[in-house]
């Protein structure tokens, strides 16, 4: 056995994987690609993986980008004769369309995962699914990490306003669908808690502001809104939900997201909306336009993935990173 995991990446999560690496005190694997001008894409191993455990990582701005350079990984890792192959995706990208939800549409998370399982993969490793039943969709293990632990305990440690056990924070579901991620958390850290429902007029295209209905047990007036989401494109929701809380009196808006798979007009509704700050992830490569955003905070990801990466190389146990999980 090697004394450190086989740690590749594609170009596109060099710098994730990098820190990784740092982290955990080794070398990066010597890898190879390119792209021919017809868009084809090559690669290559550059050192011998023959028996060795391999940790291949693949996130990128393209949601078939990181599938498919992912795909090709595991295709060239199974005819080097590798030993245990885990498929690292810091965000899973197609993860949204979990279930057949109307007639004469896919469910590409459940896709996804059976193509990488096909490929050859002995194991996926991920953070922050969409709907934790896609885990289901194959027969390998299905490692799943909880990035909303790690927003949640930088902003403990960061902003003195906010508090475990503060009735005065109000934990926010941006949708009935994210109430079962939000929900646990602002129980398991006394706060209280709403959901907004929303209206939408088809995909990424949320109804007006006054579609918006809040529902709480609680006066939210005075209140410090924190709004939780594991994923995050065009921030139309974030924004309009912003503005209906701040209307509702309430007296600060903080929000956390996972995965910024941030496009479209998105920092520009930030700048617009009542939004104090926007703690986000790195599970997603970032611009620099987004990172030095005055709104923006970002959170690395790469500690648990590598303390995760470094558990599943010593055949220890995953789930004991998230004491509260058990």
């Given at each position: 056995m090697n004394k450190h995991?086989?740690?590749?990446?594609?170009?596109?999560?060099?710098?994730?994987?990098?820190?990784i690496c740092?982290?955990?005190?080794?070398?990066?694997?010597?890898?190879?690609?390119?792209?021919?001008?017809?868009g084809e894409r090559w690669l290559k191993f550059d050192e011998n993986i023959r028996g060795r455990d391999i940790f291949l990582i693949s996130s990128s701005i393209n949601p078939v980008e990181t599938w498919f350079d992912l795909w090709t990984m595991i295709d060239a890792s199974v005819r080097a004769s590798a030993g245990e192959i885990t498929a690292v995706v810091p965000c899973y990208r197609f993860g949204?369309?979990?279930?057949?939800?109307?007639?004469?549409?896919?469910?590409t998370a459940s896709m996804v995962a059976q193509i990488t399982q096909f490929m050859g993969a002995n194991r996926i490793l991920t953070m922050d699914l969409h709907a934790g039943a896609t885990q289901g969709s194959v027969k390998i293990p299905f490692d799943h990490l909880y990035g909303?632990?790690?927003?949640?305990?930088?902003?403990l440690k960061t902003d003195?306003?906010?508090?475990?056990?503060?009735?005065?924070?109000?934990?926010?579901?941006?949708?009935?669908g994210s109430l079962k991620m939000v929900r646990p958390i602002a129980e398991r850290y006394?706060?209280?808690?709403?959901?907004?429902?929303?209206?939408?007029?088809?995909?990424?295209i949320v109804g007006k502001e006054s579609d918006l209905a809040i529902y709480s047990d609680v006066d939210i007036k005075g209140k410090t809104?924190?709004?939780?989401?594991?994923?995050?494109?065009?921030l139309k929701s974030m924004e309009r939900v912003s503005k209906k809380l701040a209307k509702a009196g309430v007296a600060r808006i903080i929000a956390a997201t996972t995965h910024p798979a941030l496009s479209d007009q998105a920092l520009t509704r930030l700048t617009n909306s009542p939004i104090e700050t926007l703690f986000i992830g790195d599970?997603?490569?970032?611009?620099?336009?987004?990172?030095s955003h005055p709104k923006v905070k970002v959170v690395t990801m790469t500690k648990i993935f590598a303390k995760a990466i470094s558990g599943i190389y010593k055949k220890e146990s995953v789930t004991s990173l998230f004491p509260d999980k058990k």
């Open positions: 995991p086989g740690i590749f990446a594609t170009p596109a999560c060099q710098s994730f994987a990098k820190k740092d982290y955990l005190d080794i070398p990066m694997g010597n890898f190879k690609f390119d792209i021919f001008s017809d949204r369309q979990e279930r057949k939800d109307e007639s004469r549409v896919p469910i909303s632990d790690i927003l949640l305990e930088f902003i003195s306003g906010i508090a475990k056990n503060n009735k005065n924070i109000l934990g926010i579901a941006v949708d009935p006394g706060w209280d808690f709403a959901f907004v429902d929303k209206k939408r007029d088809g995909h990424e809104a924190l709004i939780i989401d594991d994923v995050a494109s065009t599970t997603i490569p970032l611009s620099g336009e987004i990172q």
